[in-house]
T-cell receptor
Framework: DTGVSQDPRHKITKRGQNVTFRCDPI?????LYWYRQTLGQGPEFLTY????????KSRLLSDRFSAERPKGSFSTLEIQRTEQGDSAMYLC?????????????FGPGTRLLVL | AQKVTQAQTEISVVEKEDVTLDCVYE???????LFWYKQPPSGELVFLIR??????QNEISGRYSWNFQKSTSSFNFTITASQVVDSAVYFC?????????????FGQGTRLTINP
């Protein structure tokens, strides 16, 4: 199995611009998670998908953020009208089953810098 | 509410020393899972171990060992005979088994530096 992949790995943008990140989970993993990690902190949950359905969103996910997972395969996370506070590492993880004991496997992350 | 505390922000040791990373967690759930992940400078979180709340046996994997003590809500991680390649940020995480997101709740991480 190939691991979780994310694209791009790095993104620099100006305040007010829109950005979109992509995550490709491990094949046949039906759960996909997005986390955000700011400098010196642990990752924080943003949202997750069970196949193509987005089932939960964190309070951290303002209305400028939107995520999709069409056809239950790859996922995209879009940030509109970026702000400097959006600068962070955005991590994607996938999980094979819905079982609570299953492990989440993470991608390399997309590091966003908003100028 | 669930919470994970890693009180050691940074640890620096000389190669071949043993080092223990502390993790204390809070949860009201009786069934839960604990994890350790390693984050090297490249940024990717690498899974190290998963332990459920009913299994308090210590585990050893090569130079790595984990001590789970439910009585003190701790899940500590020890590296024996540390090596420079062990330098990374290490995260402890907690996951509830309650229906729903089953999201991971992470501690703030411990930055471990192994000096040659």
């Amino acid at each position: 199995d190939t691991g979780v992949s994310q694209d791009p790995r790095h993104k620099i943008t100006k305040r007010g611009q829109n950005v979109t990140f992509r995550c490709d989970p491990i094949s046949e993993h039906n759960r996909l998670y997005w986390y955000r990690q700011t400098l010196g902190q642990g990752p924080e949950f943003l949202t997750y998908f069970q196949n193509e359905a987005q089932l939960e969103k964190s309070r951290l996910l303002s209305d400028r953020f939107s995520a999709e997972r069409p056809k239950g395969s790859f996922s995209t996370l879009e940030i509109q009208r970026t702000e400097q506070g959006d600068s962070a590492m955005y991590l994607c993880a996938s999980q094979k089953e819905t079982g609570s004991g299953e492990t989440q496997y993470f991608g390399p992350g997309t590091r966003l810098l908003v100028l | 509410a669930q919470k994970v505390t890693q009180a050691q922000t940074e640890i620096s040791v000389v190669e071949k020393e043993d080092v223990t990373l502390d993790c204390v967690y809070e949860t009201r759930d009786t069934t839960y899972y604990l994890f350790w992940y390693k984050q090297p400078p490249s940024g990717e979180l690498v899974f190290l171990i998963r332990r459920n709340s009913f299994d308090e046996q210590n585990e050893i994997s090569g130079r790595y060992s984990w001590n789970f003590q439910k009585s003190t809500s701790s899940f500590n991680f020890t590296i024996t005979a540390s090596q420079v390649v062990d330098s990374a940020v290490y995260f402890c995480a907690l996951k509830s088994v309650v229906q729903g997101a089953q999201k991971l709740v992470f501690g703030q991480g411990t930055r471990l530096t192994i000096n040659p």
